[in-house]
């Protein structure tokens, strides 16, 4: 989420002023680690295929709803019916070289539309990987039974007319919303049936979803709703989010309002009712002056991710205005370079924070206390592994490796930075504080690919979502992960953490 040509800065500006204060002291003490710092182990940048089963999720975690895809085409990870027949030997997962260059591909959506460019998170419903429109108001998404690159595998769709149909309030987007040259949307979600684009910047602050039971290309699939009325007119400045099976939420940005909206009200636009929200402002710690990008849910919990250092945590079996349903982490506590996250993932045991400028990966045990507490929490420096190896914006995880998307190499003395495209993937089977559990690969070499924003896993392939390469661009770079496809066996997870 580093400050870049276009609209780039737009979305780095609110994040600048609230981190003004700890930028300035982390530049005076200069890139130096403190004394928390865990010592590593200096390994090689390489991994060698392997075999390894999914990991699980903990059997405490339980799901709010059973969500089930309807439409959305074949899921490739489908079980075949039970004939009565034995069941045949389970296929060994075998996990790819991530430095192999000829397991990666990459495919330009601005072919298939020039508008379709300058994404920020993406979704998979079992068929089709989507990717939510930043700096347009152009939506893309991919068949993933048909080539990658093959302009007919693609499809586009321009929401404009769906947000000009909409009543709404003058607001600093509102222009370029009318322009189709900024679309005001923050991540991707899918619930089962509908794939949603989330709200982001505002007023106006606009959601859509499609109905995937519908056309793609067919305004009749499609609805909008503006939350930016909602909390008194403060529903606006959204910054990602995530569904927990029965509730899509959007997490605050530039604003301390969190939205969420009710998958089973079936009132999606209209007079709203499906949708609430709640002041994170009055959570302890994580008031004014805080804010989030990006969400992950572990089953059980929601988490919102610190743009700042203030992770919050929400309790979904609890009611969401009790204080008693929230927690919070200041994540300087273990050092004090730990702050600036954009997006984070989940592996079914560990909840990791993506580093979008200092290379400060954070962990949290979700199976080991409090959540408030130094104790279930651990960090590593992803320079260790490569210097310039600092800058993500999302993650994805595909049963074994969590992946950190590129984003930008941030120079936090000459406040400047450049698109980037040194890729990092840490092996959940060995040591977090060993260097050699972390690999690296530069997406810079495909096309030259870099600037992403986010990453969705299909079950087989990792994509990484692009958002800006000194210009808004739309080279999706394309990782074979693993065969034979299987999704993690994680909770309302589809493909996405943003």
């Known amino acids: 989420m580093g400050a870049r040509a276009g609209n780039a800065s737009a979305r780095a500006a609110t994040r600048w002023l609230v981190l003004g204060g700890t930028l300035l002291t982390a530049t005076l003490l200069g890139a130096c680690e ?77 072919v298939v539309n020039p508008n379709a460019i300058g994404f920020t998170g993406g979704t998979f419903d079992g068929r089709y990987v989507y990717l939510a429109p930043y700096a347009t108001t152009v939506t893309a998404r991919y068949d993933t039974t048909a080539s990658f690159t093959s302009n007919g595998s693609w499809g586009a769709f321009d929401v404009k007319p769906l947000l000009d149909a909409l009543p709404r309030d003058a607001g600093p987007d509102a222009a370029l919303v009318d322009a189709g040259t900024n679309a005001p949307f923050y991540g991707c979600a899918f619930d089962g049936r509908y794939v949603y684009l989330l709200p982001g910047n505002g007023p106006p602050a606009f959601a859509a979803r499609f109905d995937t039971k519908g056309t793609f290309t067919s305004g009749a699939s499609w609805e909008a709703y503006d939350l930016a009325p909602l909390a008194g007119g403060n529903a606006y400045g959204f910054g990602g989010g995530t569904f927990d099976g029965q509730y899509v939420y959007v997490v605050p940005n530039s604003t301390s309002i969190l939205a969420r909206f009710d998958t089973t009200s079936g009132t999606f636009s209209g007079s709203g009712t499906g949708w609430s929200t709640f002041d994170t402002n009055t959570l302890p710690d994580a008031g004014s002056g805080n804010s989030f990008t990006g969400a992950v849910f572990d089953g059980r919990y929601v988490y919102l991710v610190p743009s700042s250092s203030i992770a919050a945590r929400y309790d979904t079996h609890g009611p969401i205005s009790s204080a008693s349903s929230w927690s919070t982490f200041d994540t300087t506590t273990l050092n004090f370079n730990a702050y600036s996250f ?121 994509y990484f979502v692009p958002y800006n390469n000194a210009s808004n661009d739309g080279i999706v770079a394309r990782f074979d992960a693993k065969t034979p496809p299987s999704m993690p066996k994680l909770p309302d997870f589809h493909g996405s953490f943003f």
């Open 34 to 110: 403190f004394i928390y710092d865990v010592p590593v182990q200096v390994g090689s940048d390489a991994s060698v295929a392997d075999t390894a089963v999914d990991r699980k999720v903990p059997a405490d975690v339980t799901k709010k709803k059973d969500s089930t895809s309807t439409d959305a085409g074949a899921d490739r990870d489908a079980r075949a019916p039970d004939t009565g027949a034995p069941e045949a030997a389970v296929e060994a997962t075998v996990y790819h070289l991530f430095a192999n260059s000829a397991l990666w591909s990459t495919f330009d959506t601005a």
């Open 342 to 462: 954009s997006g984070g993932a989940f592996d079914g045991k560990y909840l990791y924070l993506v580093p979008n400028q200092n290379g400060i990966v954070m962990r949290y045990d979700t199976t080991a206390g409090d959540f408030s507490s130094p104790t279930p929490w651990a960090f590593f420096n992803t320079t260790k592994v490569r210097p310039l190896a600092k800058g993500y914006f999302g993650a994805a995880f595909d049963g074994r490796y969590v992946y950190f998307v590129p984003d930008v190499d941030f120079n936090l003395y000459f406040y400047t930075s450049v698109p980037d495209g040194l890729a990092v993937r840490y092996d959940t089977t060995l040591s977090f504080f060993n260097a050699a559990a972390w690999t690296t690969f530069d997406t810079g070499t495909l096309a030259n690919a870099a600037g992403f924003s986010g990453a969705v896993f299909d079950g087989e392939y990792l």
